[in-house]
């Protein structure tokens, strides 16, 4: 039988199973046989904060959904166009995202009366009309699995763990995708097991023989390799390109990079990355708690290090006291939040804008801190070093508020040229025979002498207590407390200077409505602002990547157009300081999900907004 | 030090190297002024804190070690007014995070020698946690707790330390909660150097310090120390010369532990587990215990640390424990070195490229 292959543009994938089922494997590896193709890609998991929540339960519904394009794409897509649906509780939690007309891929097996009951289906949705709109591949996936490995020497329970993998053989046969990469890793993953290693390839070929040779499905898909730039790529998440950015901040400045941290979701794989770095000088320390972890990691920079700690927002909470007095000894230190879903315990697992005021203002007296935000996850590279950049330079601590779908979301990354990465000047101080001022500051910058132990000549005690300007003694002086509040205020005010000005993108010149976002939202934001120039309506777009100073030309580009949409995953907090800063009566858009925007739902805002002229 | 020393983790032996071996010298002979600053001393007048000052200001140039590689690290209270008295690097940080501080601190730098000052409200309650984390870890940082048994730099409020039924501002019908005892503490929190002396015996503190600073890893010293003004006199039979040598157990490693004015008391095991009190005279000497600090087995160690009473019947003081176990810096700077030496020095651009890449012409 010849069958018929089938061009497309792009193709939106969601797996979805029990979270014991093995989806996030699945679609990782489905990501890295797309990104080796070529495509462009963006990714989204969506998964359970519960190890094994209860079995077939929608609680323990696990999902990893994926956008690949034969052209640039800026977001995991809205809905998916094939859902692989493991269970009855995958089904029925994710159903509801599907549009008409799209692929179901079933696995039969597992639509027992008891899986069924236990989400409360009353009948059988493969059996009866009820998914009549979509196009239903109704499969003994399990059952299909474990014949393929008959003749393995493995129990049955290993055989049917395997059916994630028959499912990724079939998918890959129905996108033409390549088999090496993911067989290379099955070679990898399970070397010390080899007979479940060989069971786990038999599967993912059973998989794809299996798309070639039945009538279940008659078109194979096509999407062509995108165009990027030329240059060496990888796929990369949110947390590992943090962390990669971390080591290149210690490479670039010469300064060995300290991590004090506390296991905490979604955050720790920051942690595990660079517990495996220590031939780069790395030194990590899991804390007893997320005090004593950003404690240890500003003792570190007070020796010279570059001291970083790695959290999410209820570890920022416990961390307060110790930033504010990073703030006070003006010693630098990078925070890194991985904000997620609060208020307090909250959705781990899930994603969310809200830490912006925590970062801004969360803590006692006047505490400036500088933040900074990524924009995608590739993007945290970049923030990373940023980050380190400004720390040191103006010896402060800095806030990077990355979030939970940057951290686990993935896209293709054009690898930089390590030698065209910014150098960070650490500029220790050495004696030079004068009276040494601790808090004597350079005055362009105003931060203050970095000198650390070991350095001779320049002995003297730092602290919370408020020191006199200059010499850094104990203080209670009226005068001299409101010069150094001011002090610090002006040294964090300055960095405006120093980082590059908001960026407008208005490509017809004629937008009169300008949308304003930052850190992870600028995916959705340029999908929808790209589908309302495709309608024919201008619109202007700029993101934030400093949130705190903001950048010089801010307040001009507030008032260079008539409304400003400021869409957030939260009430409105950055709307709050643009509204009390500058005086402009911004449009907040709020969606508070746990989830990131959809494309389509922005574009209306957006053209609500321009429509409301 | 023990040759029956326990080896760290991983099968990963100490170096053999003390706790200063990697700290610089001083190319001059230092004295007490070397380690004075110009900071006018904000202590009560009469409190113990001056005696501590002066005795480890006088100790430090036994040392020998360069000024600028000694860092002192104290958290909040009047004992951690500290390190602005001290001519050395310095840092006040906040209430009861010194350890978690110093621990940063210590881990990346080997070349410093760091100490901790903190109190009993600092280190056992708001800091409790990060305390016996050092002391478990074996950090090598000389931790020094000033025990007033009181909150003094609050203005009087009972402390983790004070006796039961203790009326203070904040229980005038006198405090309910059971006290630490630090000593029980720290050998619980498998500590390796574990002492106690008297803020008005400059020797023995001395002493006591002379040890700590050599020992490597975290070294708790725990400090008998006034408050003259919100808790005179807490420790006063162990300073009266009428009654003090009755009551003051003097450890020393490797001796009999017996005290008393003619040293005619001293200890037995008793069939309970724990220590009696006896009339030397009265047993054959070698049913008494003698002090074995450097034993691995804590037990011995702990059950003198159980000898206190608040009656002051009897207190042990000096080195409880003091036995060898690599240091938590010293296994980390290992693995780095072991990483380095595995796998070469980190290369940036070959670790951005780890993983399935792609090439796009």
């Known amino acids: ?613 | 030090m023990s040759e029956n020393g326990v080896n760290g983790a991983n099968g990963v032996n100490g170096n053999g190297l003390g706790a200063l071996a990697l700290v610089p010298k001083a190319d001059q002979k230092q004295t007490l002024k070397d380690f004075k600053t110009d900071q006018e001393v904000r202590w009560c007048p009469g409190c113990g804190d001056y005696a501590i000052l002066a005795a480890v200001q006088s100790f430090l140039p036994e040392l020998g070690l360069r000024r600028e590689n000694i860092v002192f690290v104290s958290g909040i209270g009047c004992s951690s007014r500290f390190p602005y008295y001290m001519n050395t690097y310095g840092f006040h940080s906040i209430h009861g995070r010194a350890p978690a501080i110093a621990t940063g601190l210590a881990v990346s730098r080997p070349d410093l020698s760091v100490w901790v000052v903190t109190g009993d409200g600092d280190a056992l309650s708001i800091g409790g946690n990060h305390l016996i984390h050092a002391l478990r870890r074996n950090v090598n940082l000389k931790i020094l707790l000033f025990n007033n048994r009181i909150y003094g730099l609050t203005k009087g409020q009972y402390s983790p330390t004070s006796e039961i039924g203790k009326i203070t501002k904040s229980t005038p019908m006198g405090s309910l909660d059971t006290p630490f005892n630090p000593i029980s503490l720290a050998i619980g929190a498998e500590a390796t150097f574990v002492a106690r002396t008297i803020d008005s015996d400059r020797k023995h503190l001395q002493s006591v310090l002379r040890e700590a600073a050599q020992h490597k890893g975290t070294a708790l010293v725990e400090i008998y120390q006034n408050c003259n003004i919100f808790n005179d006199g807490a420790f006063e039979p162990l300073k009266d010369p009428q009654v003090r040598d009755d009551i003051t157990i003097r450890l020393e490693h490797g001796q009999p532990v017996v005290f008393g004015k003619d040293r005619q008391k001293g200890l037995r095991r008793s069939p309970s587990g724990g220590f009696e009190v006896v009339n030397v005279a009265d047993v054959d000497p070698s049913d008494l215990v003698v002090h074995d600090a450097h034993n691995p087995d804590p037990s011995q160690a702990f059950a003198l640390s159980r000898l206190d009473s608040p009656s002051f019947e009897h207190t042990p003081i000096g080195i409880f424990r003091n036995v060898q176990r690599a240091s938590y810096d010293e296994l980390l700077r290992a693995q780095v070195e072991e990483a380095v030496e595995r796998e070469g020095k980190g290369d940036l651009a070959a670790l951005l490229a780890s993983g399935d890449t792609w090439r796009v012409d």
């Open chain 1, 1 to 613: 039988m010849t069958k018929q292959v089938q061009q497309l543009d792009r193709v939106i994938i969601r797996f979805a199973g029990d979270s014991g089922d093995g989806m996030q494997l699945t679609g990782d590896r489905f990501t890295q046989e797309t990104a080796a193709f070529g495509n462009d890609l963006s990714t989204l998991p969506n998964f359970p904060a519960e190890i094994r929540a209860p079995a077939g339960t929608l609680p323990g519904v696990s999902s990893f959904q994926l956008h690949f394009a034969d052209h640039d794409i800026l977001t995991p897509g809205d809905a998916p166009n094939v859902l692989v649906a493991m269970n009855p509780a995958a089904l029925k939690a994710n159903l509801p995202d599907l549009p008409r007309g799209a692929d179901l891929i079933i696995n039969t097996d597992e639509f027992t009366k008891r899986n069924l009951a236990k989400v409360g289906y009353t009948g059988n949705p493969v059996e009866d009309d009820s998914l009549s709109e979509y196009r239903v591949h109704a499969l003994p996936l399990t059952s299909m699995t474990v014949n393929a490995l008959a003749d393995f020497d493995i129990s049955k329970k290993d055989a049917e763990r395997a059916k994630n993998m028959f499912a990724l053989g079939l998918l890959s046969w129905l996108y033409h995708r390549p088999t090496e990469g993911t067989i290379a890793f099955l070679e990898r993953k399970f070397a010390r097991k080899p007979e479940i290693m060989k069971a786990n390839i038999a599967a993912f070929r059973a998989g794809w023989n299996y798309g070639e040779t039945t009538e279940a499905f008659s078109v194979s898909y096509e999407v062509k390799p995108a165009e990027h730039e030329p240059g060496l790529y990888r796929n990369i998440t949110g947390n590992t390109a943090l962390a990669y950015g971390l080591v290149a901040a210690g490479e670039r400045s010469g300064l060995p990079v300290f991590l004090g941290s506390y296991p905490i979701t979604p955050a720790s794989d920051i942690l595990h990355e660079l517990s495996r770095h220590k031939r780069f000088g790395v030194r990590t320390f899991q804390a007893e708690d997320e005090i004593a972890a950003v404690g240890a990691a500003l003792g570190a920079s007070f020796g010279g290090s570059l001291g970083v700690t790695t959290t999410s927002g209820p570890g920022i909470a416990l961390k307060s006291e110790t930033i504010g007095l990073a703030v006070a000894t003006e010693l630098p230190l990078v925070i890194i939040d991985v904000q997620r879903a609060g208020p307090s315990t909250g959705m781990p697992t899930k994603t969310e804008q809200a830490d912006l005021l925590q970062a801004m203002f969360g803590r006692n007296g006047e505490a400036p801190v500088p933040v900074v935000a990524p924009r995608s996850p590739s993007d945290c590279f970049d923030a990373a070093l940023e980050a380190a950049r400004i720390a040191v330079k103006y010896r402060t601590p800095v806030v990077v508020l990355s979030d939970g779908y940057l951290a686990n979301g993935s896209e293709p990354w054009k690898l930089p040229d390590v030698d065209s990465l910014p150098t960070i000047e650490p500029g220790l101080a050495t004696a030079d025979g004068g009276d040494f001022q601790p808090f004597g500051r350079d005055p362009e910058t105003l931060a203050r002498p970095w000198a650390v132990p070991g350095t001779p000549g320049l002995e003297h005690r730092i602290g919370g207590l408020e020191k006199a300007d200059g010499s850094g003694n104990i203080s209670y002086d009226p005068a001299n407390h409101d010069t150094m509040v001011r002090l610090r205020q002006a040294k964090v005010d300055g960095i405006a200077r120093d980082i590059e000005p908001l960026a407008v993108d208005d490509p017809s010149g004629e937008a009169r409505v300008l949308v304003l976002g930052w850190g992870g939202t600028y995916g959705a934001i340029s999908a929808a602002v790209r589908r309302v120039r495709k309608a024919g309506r201008p619109v202007a777009q700029a993101h934030l990547r400093h949130l705190n100073p903001f950048p010089a030309n801010i307040a001009e580009v507030l008032r260079s157009y008539d409304r400003v949409l400021v869409p957030e995953i939260n009430l409105g907090q950055l709307a709050l300081l643009l509204r009390g800063k500058y005086l402009v009566d911004v449009i907040s858009y709020n969606r508070v999900r746990g989830l990131p925007f959809k494309a389509e739902e922005l574009a209306g805002v957006i053209q609500d907004v321009i429509d409301s002229e």
